[in-house]
């Protein structure tokens, strides 16, 4: 089992910037994916970013695109986000989650992913 940790979550102006960052733990070392999600007060839980465990091959919602950064560092079995010229529609909970057995085509779906951190607020004012 993999246990995953968030933190860097916090509030921030229209227009600024964060830096997520998720620990793993466990039996990280056969992670496939690690991603980045986030749920917005009475809407569904929303793919933000994936990355590859070698640290490859970066996906992103279209909602976010040019604005946030995901990276990896495998030796230290860190996970981050970088997010720029945040919006207030960014409020929301992010969760950090990773897969072992997902595939390329579903790795945006949050069924693939079977490990979740609880999640760290981002707060966005307009």
């Known amino acids: 089992q993999v246990q995953l940790s968030e933190s860097g979550g916090g509030w921030v102006q229209a227009g600024g910037s964060l830096r997520l960052s998720c620990t793993a733990s466990?039996?990280?070392?056969?992670?496939?994916?690690m991603a980045w999600f986030r749920q917005a007060p009475g809407k569904e839980r929303e793919f933000v970013a994936r990355?590859?465990?070698?640290?490859?091959?970066?996906a992103y919602a279209d909602s976010v695109k040019g604005r946030f950064t995901i990276s990896r560092n495998s030796a230290a079995n860190t996970l981050h986000l970088q997010m720029n010229s945040l919006k207030f529609e960014d409020t929301a909970v992010y969760y950090c989650?990773?897969?072992?057995?997902?595939?390329?085509?579903?790795?945006?779906?949050?069924?693939?992913?079977?490990?979740w951190g609880p999640g760290t607020q981002v707060t966005v004012s307009s």
């Open positions: 466990g039996r990280a070392s056969n992670i496939r994916y």
């Open positions: 989650a990773a897969c072992r057995s997902c595939i390329t085509s579903s790795s945006s779906t949050t069924t693939s992913y079977g490990s």
């Open positions: 990355i590859s465990s070698a640290g490859v091959g970066a």
